[in-house]
């Protein structure tokens, strides 16, 4: 059963009964492992080619992790037990190492690819190139990565890093999960709905799949209760190794917590001894401006400085320029948001300044709105954080708060996502998957019944499912897309409205990074070049267009610098473009048009309505700002809309609450367009909405009877 190819020098210890090895054929199959105490040959293992310098340098600071030490302890668990958990601190070794250990153990580990899912995207592309990297091979090839609209596989893939998302959307395709011998479910700490829907399912698969492993790993928070999940799976802890950390505290609380947290790092630069600063901000905006004024502040002290930024929207070659050591004499400044909190170690950090605030997505289920909201951290977190000064000597934390602010305001831990989540893309998925009884579902902590309530009755307002819960035609077209319910809605509306390649096109970019720049110097000139692109209508008409100029152009990248749009957010539009279109031909979707031709903008809106209907906002009495006709919430379109006037109705994409509540994203909508084409909605003889909506479409209703 053995593959002589591959390089065995002592027989797996441990394997139980007899091997079931798949037989790929090639080098790759590797199902004897390897012996990782053995010193390596020249020739890799796995792929039987040689080794390079580089390989062999990684090889001796991998033997310094803590993992490395428990590596026999450690499979052997996995090896002995369908489901363990595996506890460790931060930058111990967990997510490099274990699954290596695991393939190179072989047997029944080793039969299939192991997965190994991470919360992050991030994440998932980093870990994947240093595992590449550690195991001398290129990335994609033996070691790949797949995330939302980006799968870099191949047949060869052994260890796959991947977004809990995506390893829940491939369920619905293959519900046994049967390509994997092992699934390692990292960084279960952090809670997130994908990582929560997938304890449950895997509890079903293992019963089912009696030879496969499920590991979980997770940060030192809260082991126990994934234990306890696990009906008593045994548990191994790496020992950490931490210096020391001196925490200080703010006196008083800071009004602005950017302003401070550049003060301090300033403060730092110019007065600690050497040593790496890591400060956590809270998203891509505040990390740029922070950047630039510390390096300039850097830059008139005289200190040397290497100013780097790190949050998930940069692009791979800068995110990976945090990691190597800054030459001799200058001291390296991180600032990044809290993904550098677990899922991201980065050596040499010696201060953390911390002004307690991450950024959320919280939701309401009692007026279904879902918002991304800058809240404080838990303690849990805050000990993490601090965590990260000591892991090479001791350091010092800087907290932005004070001692009070930790102990009566910040929350022990941070909330399981799923109970602070709009739950209908979860409801449809495990619907497709089967999961009827959405009741009795083994969640580790059921979300409250008002959420789940709301997102059935959500998923039923989309036409997703029927009177009796089940999935109608639409609601299976819908889940089979990476987006969420709205939006997949909107997308089967178009193809049978004639337009699905229009809406596909504004999807996709409403779905990338903000595709306008605006750079710091030339404001006024990218203004006006953005301009070209305004529809009447409003924003999604005018992302179609820069899409479409942009496409149908010969040369993208003059254009893309010429009319101000990012050249990387246009390139990805394309992409997510690309990959919705295939679903759509895959399935067969696209019907003949009832619509007729040349009525593009009406029946892209139409397409829209049909998703967002609960996404819209009529002007107020006094014709100034909206009202939502979800939760009667007053807003206002966002600055940048193209939109120039003020419409009765409008439908937005998002709202965003900054000094106050906007909506972004914005399309004028007539109301009889949307008494024609949700009428349960909007009908004004039985609609439910406040006096002013009705009078609106009162007024209408004349029109669209015509
Ligand atoms: O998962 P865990 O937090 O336990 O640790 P890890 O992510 O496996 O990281 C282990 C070590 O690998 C870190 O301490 C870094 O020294 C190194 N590493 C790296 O150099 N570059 C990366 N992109 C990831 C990890
Ligand atoms: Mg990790």
Redesign the pocket.
């Known amino acids: 059963m053995r593959d002589t190819n591959s390089r065995s020098r002592s027989p797996p210890a441990q394997t139980p009964g007899p091997f079931q090895v798949k037989k790929k054929g090639g080098a790759a199959t590797a199902a004897s492992g390897c012996d990782v105490d053995a010193e390596p040959g020249d020739k890799s293992w796995l792929t039987g080619q040689p080794y390079s310098k580089r390989f062999f340098e990684i090889l001796k ?1 991998r033997r310094r ?1 803590p ?1 490395w030490e428990m590596r026999k302890e450690v499979v052997k668990m996995v090896r002995e037990n369908q489901s363990s958990v595996l506890i ?10 274990v699954a290596q250990f695991l393939l190179a153990a072989g047997g029944d580990l080793g039969s299939g690819s192991i997965a190994v899912t991470q919360p992050r995207r991030v994440a998932a592309m ?2 994947a ?2 595992v590449a990297q550690e195991m001398d091979v290129e990335l994609g090839q033996e070691v790949g990565y797949n995330i939302r609209f980006e799968d870099v596989t191949s047949e060869k893939t052994r260890i796959k890093f991947m977004t809990d998302g995506m390893l829940l959307r491939e369920c619905q395709t293959d519900p046994l999960m049967s390509k994997y011998s092992v699934i390692i479910l ?1 960084e279960a700490h952090e809670r997130t709905l994908a990582t929560d829907i997938l304890f449950g399912l895997l509890k079903e698969v293992l019963q089912k799949r009696p030879e496969l492993r499920c590991l979980v ?1 997770s ?1 030192t928070l809260e082991a126990e209760k994934f234990q306890d999940y696990w009906s008593g799976a045994p548990l191994l802890r790496v020992p950490g190794r931490m210096f020391p950390v001196e925490t200080f505290f703010t006196l008083r609380p800071e009004k602005d917590y950017v302003a401070a947290a550049v003060e301090v790092c300033c403060m730092i630069n110019q007065q600690e001894p050497p040593g790496d600063i890591l400060c956590f901000l809270c998203g891509e905006e505040e990390i740029e401006t922070a950047c630039f004024e510390i390096e300039t502040r850097a830059g008139e002290s005289g200190c040397s400085t290497m100013v780097l930024p790190l949050y998930s929207s940069l692009p791979m070659n800068q995110q990976r320029r945090v ?1 190597p050591p800054a030459p001799e004499g200058t001291r390296k400044i991180i600032i990044a948001t809290n993904i550098a909190e ?1 899922s ?2 980065i ?1 040499g950090v010696v201060y953390v300044v911390d002004p307690g605030l991450f950024k959320q997505m919280l939701y309401n289920p009692r007026t279904h709105v879902e918002s991304l909201l800058v809240s404080p951290i838990s303690r849990a977190s805050a000990q993490q954080r601090a965590g990260r000064a000591g ?1 090479t000597r001791p350091g010092k934390c800087f907290r932005l708060y004070t001692p009070e602010t930790f102990e009566k305001e910040l929350p022990e831990s941070t909330y399981p996502e799923i109970i602070r989540s709009n739950l209908s893309s979860v409801v449809i998925s495990l619907k497709k998957l089967g999961v009827d009884d959405l009741v009795h579902f083994d969640f580790m902590e059921p979300p409250s019944p008002e959420s789940m309530m709301r997102a059935l009755e959500m998923l039923h307002f989309l036409g997703a499912i029927d009177d009796e819960g089940d999935l109608t035609d639409a609601g299976k077209a819908m889940a089979d897309f990476p987006v969420d319910p709205h939006l997949s809605k909107t997308i089967v509306a178009a193809c049978s409205r004639g337009c699905v390649s229009e809406v596909l096109a504004i999807i996709a970019m409403l779905s990338v990074p903000p595709p306008f720049s605006r750079p710091r110097h030339a404001q006024k000139a990218a203004d006006r070049a953005h301009r070209n692109f305004a529809s009447g209508y409003g924003d999604h008409l005018s992302l179609l267009t820069a899409y479409s100029q942009y496409s149908n152009n010969g040369s993208k990248a003059d254009y893309c610098h010429e009319h101000f749009l990012s050249e990387r957010n246009m390139k990805q539009a394309e992409n997510v473009r690309r990959q919705l279109a295939g679903i759509v031909r895959s399935r067969g979707l696209e019907k003949e048009s009832t619509e007729k031709n040349g009525m593009i903008t009406t029946n892209v809106r139409k397409s829209f309505i049909e998703g967002f209907f609960m996404q819209c906002a009529h002007i107020d009495q006094g014709g100034k700002n909206y009202m939502t006709v979800r939760d009667q919430q007053m807003v206002a379109i966002h600055p940048s809309s193209f939109l120039q006037h003020k419409p009765e109705w409008v439908m937005y994409h998002e709202t965003v609450v900054t000094d106050r509540c906007y909506m972004r994203n914005v399309t004028a909508i007539p109301a009889e367009m949307l008494i024609e084409v949700a009428p349960q909605f909007y009908h004004p003889d039985t609609c439910k909405l406040n006096e002013q909506a009705q009078k609106i479409l009162q007024r209408a209703l004349p029109r669209s009877k015509r």
Do not use: P
């Open positions: 600071a992790l993992c460790g601190e931060t930058g111990s070794g967990k997510t490099t190492q980093s870990v190139a240093r990292d790993m940060a990691f677990t991201l170690t050596d892991r």
